[in-house]
Nanobody, 122 residues
Framework: QVQLVESGGGLVQAGDSLRLSCAASGGTFSSNTMAWFRQAPGKERNILADITSGGVSTYYQDSVKDRFTISRDNAKNTIYLQMNSLKPEDTAVYYC???????????????WGQGTQVTVSS
């Protein structure tokens, strides 16, 4: 059974940093693109960033470019999201997921973790 466990969220002030982790178990996804999504209150869950299997290619939503960095450690079956210069509008629940194939995450497998809450105060 595949499990995705996100961690590292918390309550921070604007301008602070956080590092999120997502540990996958019950499967090996070293050949898949993986992605971070986020869902703000009352809004849809949207893709934030993705990273191909070897970590060579990444994608970022415009709102987080130059502030967030996605990375992965295939040996640990874990992906990370380093978030710098956090803003109140980054407040959301952050989720990771596994994508179909090894290119941009246009389709994903039906796995979600429980998410990790990030709250940024002004």
């Amino acid at each position: 059974q595949v499990q995705l466990v996100e961690s590292g969220g918390g309550l921070v002030q604007a301008g602070d940093s956080l590092r999120l982790s997502c540990a996958a178990s019950g499967g090996t996804f070293s050949s898949n693109t993986m992605a971070w999504f986020r869902q703000a209150p009352g809004k849809e869950r949207n893709i934030l960033a993705d990273i191909t299997s070897g970590g060579v290619s990444t994608y970022y939503q415009d709102s987080v470019k130059d502030r967030f960095t996605i990375s992965r450690d295939n040996a640990k079956n874990t992906i990370y999201l380093q978030m710098n210069s956090l803003k109140p509008e980054d407040t959301a629940v952050y989720y990771c997921t596994v994508c179909v194939g090894n290119s941009r995450c246009r389709l994903r497998l039906d796995y979600w973790g429980q998410g990790t809450q990030v709250t940024v105060s002004s």
